[in-house]
């Protein structure tokens, strides 16, 4: 035994042997009850659930392929997710911010956003650059964990402004969710952000989407205990849910997010998942994880549960099926036509947007830098 | 070195990359000295992202090649706490941008222990961080940091540019008591040169003339020298023989190579991927400007990153020196 390691228990599944989760559609596609969480879909809404679902892993896939030929500099892959993302991300209230990492291409899909919107950032044209308050989505955060304190801050701002319930009353009270991963939650910022949450009551969901890996590290580097019982230190409550059940991630978020919005503070969720691709295209998983730890997991794959449940209980036939995918086909090469179509940002952009105020400095520097570019032109060089 | 017998792979004069020179160099520390600690994120199994760390862990336990929790600060804290111990912690930051959260660390603690404790407490940590652009990266890993830290007192930097200096400059960084900032240029990895593994290394704090040259000397680090050594070839054609020299220590800067060339040449543009606002060209300027005033012929002129965040992908070829950029400088410094 390595002297510096915890003593050795049996297996990697040491943590959650039989993960005690919420779950409300088992892998086998059957409706599962459970005392506090239930969902009250209609035919279409279960339909369109898994519309979602499709159509998100194939613009996942379309991406990873854009990124293998050369179209995009890395991608972050979601593959194994979706229904992490779908239902928390369906849960959410047009009122209610986001504030995704740089994997959540499920939940700005089901805001209704352009899935276009973050591909500039992984083709290196820009950072992404759009405006987090038109979307109520905010940029995606690469360095690990600081979005959870940049939530927390917003939500304080809701409880400031009086828009939670208690407030003034008019039913668009508003809550704020911030995206994360196992690996984020060893971060200071994280633990910063689970005090201030706490200590000032803000209605922030912190939904953590355990998949098992901070690139090759897994959970056991981050945890000896299950994620979601954390939140009992900080004082506020913790749930685990499924995360490859689509229904049970969908009403544990709402439930969450309305207690947060009703002003009962925030909620730590975690969504017990997979990363079934490799972290990102620049990856390589077989380095550090075995093959068939991969396979036990897509017995429990997100989708195909959806797909058994539809089926069996006579909601969906194969045209629907195949008219699901034929929409998803045409997402995705509507997507990479534009990827492919995507102007190269202009040279002089470089100087741009530095500060809102501008400065001499910057100026002076564009200046030389069109000056030296003309000299070309003049051949002096 | 102690009493290591050398691998026939090790035989003097090998030819290595970088990344394989400082894997084969840390390799080497980790022999000499049961204290080396490596540790950082996936610096085990995987190797760290460059796989600088590649079959360490497998060789030296996981006592001694630690996969740390996903925390920059937990990372540089308890190094501290392991060089208290008696422990020469040698840390891996995964990306130039995410070496922030440990900067109160950095700043506040590694550098300052010895001074609090009047002397007292040495802490032998190095920090490694691959920095540095060019390699079409998202945001947050393609920075150049060197600055902030090179403005600590209590902190020493440095910076390898050539598989050589790589293997030979970590061990020295790892056998040192000073705290390290060992910054890695990172798009250069994958160059190869030799490797005198038997030979002696030379001074860890001090610059080096990598081209003799008599017309116009061009200072850079890290990976600023191979574009100023391809500007110094590019040049013979225009009929200049530009001196180029290695900084290697950005902290003690080593400028008497730096001065000696000036006052033959008259001329110095120094050129790093940096912002130029209080950048490490600042500083050679400014103390070339009070030691070699009537030697100049023209201004020190910085060739740098601009003053903005650094930018998207396709971007960074505007914002990145290159070696008509140099070119450009050099023949200001004539025009003057
Ligand atoms: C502060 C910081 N340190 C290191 C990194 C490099 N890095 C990028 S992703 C990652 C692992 C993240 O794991 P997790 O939080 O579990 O999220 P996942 O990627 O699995 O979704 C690391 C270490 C970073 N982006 N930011």
């Known amino acids: 035994m390595a002297k510096g390691q915890p003593p050795a228990r049996d297996g990697r599944d ?36 898994y519309r979602d679902l499709v ?12 990124q293998r030929q050369g179209e995009l500099a890395i991608w972050a892959s979601l593959l194994g997710q979706e229904a992490a993302q779908v239902g928390s991300g369906r849960a959410l209230r047009p009122q209610d911010m986001a504030f995704p990492t740089y994997r959540e291409h499920g939940v700005l899909y089901c805001r209704g956003i352009d899935p276009i919107m973050p591909l500039s950032l992984f083709r290196g044209v820009d950072y992404g650059g759009w405006d987090p308050a038109k979307y109520k989505f905010n940029m ?52 910063e ?37 954390r939140a009992a230190g900080f004082g506020f409550p913790g749930v685990r849910v499924d995360g490859n059940d689509v229904l049970a991630t969908y009403a544990v978020t709402r439930a969450a997010m309305d207690n947060a919005r009703h002003g009962q503070g925030p909620t730590l969720i975690e969504a017990y998942t997979y990363r079934m691709g490799a972290h990102t295209t620049s990856d390589d998983p077989t380095r550090y994880r075995i093959a068939s730890e991969v396979e036990s997991w897509q017995a429990k794959d997100p989708i195909l549960r959806v797909h058994r449940f539809l089926t069996n209980q006579g ?63 003049e051949g002096a060089h | 070195m102690t009493g290591q017998a050398v691998t026939s792979a090790e035989k003097a004069a090998t030819t290595l990359s970088i990344g394989k020179a400082l894997n084969n160099g840390l390799r080497r520390a980790m022999e000499d000295d049961p204290k080396v600690l490596i540790m950082g994120e996936d610096v085990g199994k995987l190797g760290g992202v460059f796989r600088i760390t590649d079959g360490l862990q497998k060789d030296f336990g996981e006592d001694r090649v630690i996969d740390t929790p996903l925390a920059e600060s937990g990372i540089v804290g308890t190094a501290i706490g392991l060089a208290l111990r008696g422990y020469r912690p040698v840390c891996e930051i995964q990306f130039d941008g995410f070496v922030y959260p440990a900067y109160d660390q950095i700043v506040s603690q590694v550098a300052k222990f010895h ?81 005198d593994t038997d030979g002696e290394p030379y001074p860890l704090h001090s610059a080096r003339v990598l081209r003799p040259g008599t017309d116009a000397t061009v200072v850079a680090y890290g990976p600023m020298v191979r574009v100023a050594l391809d500007a110094a070839a590019a040049a013979v054609e225009d009929g200049r023989e530009l001196e180029v020299i290695d900084l290697r220590s950005l902290s003690p800067l080593d400028l008497g190579p730096v001065y000696d060339s000036v006052r033959r040449t008259g001329r110095l543009v120094v050129v790093h991927e940096a912002p130029s606002n209080l950048g490490l060209g600042s500083e050679v300027a400014a103390r070339v400007t009070e030691k070699c005033f009537y030697s100049l012929e023209a201004p020190v002129l910085r060739v740098t990153g601009f003053n903005v965040p650094y930018p998207a992908a396709r971007l960074e070829e505007e914002y990145l020196p290159d070696l008509d950029r140099v070119l450009d400088a050099v023949d200001r410094s004539f025009g003057w």
Request: aromatic share 12%; with cysteine.
């Open chain 2, 115 to 195: 001074y609090r404790s009047r002397g007292q407490v040495r802490l032998p940590i190095v920090i490694r961080i691959p920095f540095g652009g060019g390699i079409g990266a998202v945001e947050h890993h393609s920075e150049s940091p060197e600055a902030y830290f090179s403005h600590t007192a209590g902190l020493k930097v440095v910076s390898c540019a050539n598989p050589n200096d790589a293997y030979w400059m970590i061990q020295q960084a790892i056998a040192s008591d000073d705290p390290i900032i060992f910054m890695e240029p990172k798009r250069r990895y994958w160059e190869k040169g030799q490797v």
């Open chain 1, 140 to 191: 995606y955060t690469i360095v690990i964990g600081a979005q959870t304190l940049h939530a927390t801050g917003y939500a304080m701002g809701i409880n400031l402004d009086g828009r939670i319930g208690g407030g003034n009353g008019s039913g668009d009270d508003e809550a704020v969710i911030a995206y994360f991963g196992d690996g984020a939650s060893s971060q200071g910022d994280v633990n």
């Open chain 1, 315 to 377: 909601l969906a036939d194969d045209a629907f099926f195949s008219s699901v995918e034929e929409q998803a086909a045409e997402v995705a090469t509507h997507l990479r036509e534009r990827v492919l179509s995507m102007p190269e940002p202009d040279p002089m952009s470089v100087f741009d947007n530095a500060y809102p105020n501008g400065s001499p400095l910057i100026d002076e520097e564009r200046e030389r830098f069109v000056a030296y570019q003309a000299s070309f032109a």
């Open chain 1, 193 to 229: 952000a689970f005090v201030w949450a706490g200590v000032f009551h803000a209605p922030v969901v912190f939904f953590c989407q355990n998949n098992q890996y901070a690139i090759s590290e897994p959970l056991e580097r981050q945890t000896r205990v299950p994620l979601y019982q």
């Open chain 1, 14 to 49: 040491d943590i959650a042997p039989e993960p005690e989760f919420v779950q409300l559609l088992n892998p086998e596609g059957e409706r599962v009850e459970h005392p506090e969480y239930s969902v009250d879909f209609s035919d279409e809404e279960y339909r369109d659930l």
């Open chain 1, 55 to 66: 159509i998100v892993r194939k613009l996942d896939k379309e991406a990873t392929a854009l």
